[in-house]
């Protein structure tokens, strides 16, 4: 079993900057693809970005590129969202997703919920105008 959890949300002006952590517990959750994803009230769970097993490839959403940046350190089994230039939209809870499936290749990146076994609890983020 993992888990996941979340950290470094909060409130911050439009602008600014936030960096979120997803810590994974579990010996192998070092190797994992991971994503965020967010959801906005009253709108379904979107994606955000993504990292390969390897931390060398990743992915992004189109409202994110260039502003968000995702990271993975394996000897901590963390992965990192730096967000800069936040935006009021970019106001959503935060989730950090795990891919346990063992025969996802190591330059791998999902951007499906779907596609992910293990979901942390959220962190909120809000921007304000």
């Known amino acids: 079993q993992v888990q996941l959890v979340e950290s470094g949300g909060g409130l911050v002006q439009a602008g600014g900057s936030l960096r979120l952590s997803c810590t994974a517990s579990?010996?192998?959750?070092?190797?994992?693809?991971m994503g965020w994803f967010r959801q906005a009230p009253g709108k379904e769970r979107e994606f955000v970005a993504a990292?390969?097993?390897?931390?060398?490839?990743?992915e992004y959403a189109d409202s994110v590129k260039g502003r968000f940046t995702i990271s993975k350190d394996n000897s901590k089994n963390t992965v990192y969202l730096q967000m800069n230039s936040l935006k009021p939209e970019d106001t959503a809870v935060y989730y950090c997703a795990a891919d346990s499936t063992a025969s996802t290749g190591w330059g791998t990146t999902k951007s499906r919920s779907y596609e992910y076994s293990y979901w942390g609890q959220g962190t909120q983020v809000t921007v304000s105008s």
């Open positions: 990292i390969s097993r390897s931390g060398f490839v990743t």
């Open positions: 579990g010996r192998t959750a070092m190797y994992y693809a």
